[in-house]
């Protein structure tokens, strides 16, 4: 690399990759000049020899309209950045219980066992729904009432499909006191009269249509009441 001086008003200034000089610029312009490979002007601190950079770290490359950008720290940054990645290493050596030359494959192997569970769950979450379908259409009781205590909206997508076309009303009530949501579903004439009460005695909120009313609510003590009355309504 070589840095030749130029002057404010030098054309060969023009061939220099730069913003633009500010216009109150005053005096000689340096121009860092490395081969064929690039050309920008002098904008940086002077150092007065090399060691005072202290060390480079070369970060990655990315490739962006025909050039490459290259991403790099240097000084007291390398330092820092050689600072938080053996933090970060040591937490993940104790939740991973592995070297950090481990690290990746153990990350790929806890991933592809997540896929593994979640999908499991979702076949038992079919499965469950598919029993509670089958012993709501064997029940006498007027009103379609079942609570379970996680919000899991497979579960409640896979209950109504396996009810079909059953014209008593459901009442679906999921998760725990503090966060809890109700699907009402029945004929459109007896959800759209009896939807907006059934949230006020839930003391919850929620809207539908088309025979399906949904909200939330936190106070699953409240269940029971609001069943009976919907009985009686019925």
């Given at each position: 690399?070589?840095?030749?001086?130029?002057?404010?008003?030098?054309?060969?200034?023009?061939?220099?990759?730069?913003?633009?000089?500010?216009?109150?610029?005053?005096?000689?312009?340096?121009?860092?000049?490395?081969?064929?490979?690039?050309?920008?002007?002098?904008?940086?601190?002077?150092?007065?020899?090399?060691?005072?950079?202290?060390?480079?770290?070369?970060?990655?490359?990315?490739?962006?309209?025909?050039?490459?950008l290259l991403y790099f720290i240097c000084g007291e940054r390398v330092f820092k950045f050689l600072n938080s990645t053996l933090e970060i290493n040591a937490k993940l050596n104790v939740l991973l219980s592995s070297p950090p030359q481990q690290f990746a494959p153990m990350v790929e192997k806890l991933a592809k066992d997540s896929k593994s569970h979640r999908k499991q769950c979702e076949k038992l979450s079919d499965e469950l729904a598919t029993l509670h379908a089958s012993a709501l259409l064997a029940s006498p009781e007027p009103v379609l009432v079942i609570h379970r205590p996680t919000c899991d909206a497979q579960f409640s997508q896979t209950l109504q499909h396996r009810l079909g076309e059953e014209?008593?009303?459901?009442?679906?009530?999921?998760?725990?006191?503090?966060?809890?949501?109700?699907?009402?579903?029945?004929?459109?004439?007896?959800?759209?009269?009896?939807?907006?009460?059934?949230m006020k005695r839930l003391d919850g909120k929620g809207g539908g249509k088309n025979g399906r009313f949904q909200g939330k609510f936190t106070d699953v003590g409240k269940v029971a009441g609001a069943v009976e009355w919907l009985k009686s309504e019925i």
């Open positions: 690399a070589v840095v030749p001086t130029q002057s404010k008003d030098d054309p060969g200034l023009s061939s220099a990759h730069t913003r633009g000089l500010p216009d109150d610029h005053t005096g000689p312009v340096r121009v860092v000049q490395i081969g064929e490979v690039d050309e920008n002007m002098c904008c940086g601190t002077h150092l007065s020899s090399l060691a005072q950079v202290q060390a480079i770290k070369l970060l990655h490359t990315e490739s962006k309209r025909g050039n490459t014209k008593r009303p459901l009442l679906l009530t999921m998760g725990e006191q503090g966060a809890a949501q109700v699907v009402f579903k029945g004929p459109d004439e007896m959800v759209d009269r009896l939807g907006k009460e059934l």
